[in-house]
């Protein structure tokens, strides 16, 4: 059986937390400056479908301070939404192909849900970014014009976070580390176009994480062809076909139920590494915000 490391280099985490918080307070001063050289999107009025829209991902109720048409929550269910969003729209991904592993998946099955109403037309806007309930863009109402930034750049993504151990190191340090090595695999038997750079990207010291950032229609397409045949895959090949599978398979691994409970959110944690391989394959132009 592989030896996994576990939680006894956590003071790691700590620092790597810490280190991430520093970085992030330096780069807003960097960001007022980008601001005052941006234009304004205004908010479009007679149900004119804005360019942009972002989607804000929760499991949990929260308190929402965006109020821009360009904001939208999506939600798994109704229920769990008990303070005012009067005037912001509502989307519950309550339903289709990875309802029943949104646990697992977390914040990539309601990614997928949106992809889904895309493909079918039910939304449209020319880009499409993403944002969690507590992880922002560093702005709030005041939008910048995206049409402006993608002159001059490919994609929108928050602030990278460097880890000296490097991509593939760092899972393994505090997840499971044959699952990385599986996803390589996978890649290499189905994306061989990617295998380089996924080798590469396993290696870097910078990641973004959280899955959050702005992308042209046509990229978010590219990007989830790509991230959802490589994880459909990966659950075939462990006969994954919900949260309870995922759960009893870290049961095996781990005895602390709090520690497989937070790892059975496995494919939501290689989810962010993966989505590291496309930026690194497809986008030479980033900004982060």
């Known amino acids: 059986m ?8 956590i003071h790691i985490y700590k620092v790597f937390i810490i280190i991430s918080l520093i970085i992030n307070i330096i780069d807003k001063e960097y960001f007022k400056f980008k601001m005052n050289n941006c234009l304004v999107q205004k908010e479009k009025k007679n149900n004119i479908e804005p360019n942009l829209k972002i989607f804000i991902l929760t499991h949990i109720d929260f308190q929402n301070d965006r109020h821009n048409p360009v904001y939208n929550i999506v939600a798994d269910d109704k229920t769990q939404l008990k303070n005012n969003y009067s005037n912001i729209n509502i989307i519950f991904a309550n339903e289709g192909k990875l309802y029943n592993k949104s646990r697992a998946y977390g914040e990539m099955s309601k990614i997928y849900y949106i992809y889904q109403l895309y493909k079918s037309e039910k939304l449209s ?5 993403f944002n969690h309930y507590r992880r922002y863009f560093n702005f709030t109402d005041n939008i910048p014009n995206i049409d402006d930034i993608f002159k001059n750049y490919e994609i929108i ?7 000296p151990e490097g991509i593939r190191q760092q899972y393994c340090n505090f997840h499971i580390c044959k699952t990385f090595d599986e996803i390589l ?3 290499k038997d189905i994306k061989p176009e990617y295998y ?9 010291t910078q990641i973004y994480f959280c899955n959050i950032f702005i992308m042209k229609k046509e990229d978010f397409f590219k990007y989830c062809e790509f991230m959802f045949d490589i994880l459909f895959e990966f659950d075939r090949r462990n006969n994954f076909s919900s949260d309870d599978d995922v759960l009893n398979y870290t049961k095996k691994i781990y005895n602390d139920s709090l520690i497989y409970y937070r790892q059975s959110r496995l494919q939501g944690f290689l989810a962010e590494r993966i989505s590291n391989i496309f930026y690194n394959k497809n986008f030479k132009k980033i900004i982060s915000f």
């Open 2 to 9: 592989v030896k996994i490391k576990k939680y006894n280099n």
């Open 125 to 129: 806007s020319k880009y499409i970014g």
């Open 157 to 163: 993504l928050n602030w990278p976070v460097y880890i």
């Open 185 to 187: 695999n996978i890649i």
């Open 196 to 204: 380089k750079t996924a080798l590469e990207t396993s290696n870097k």
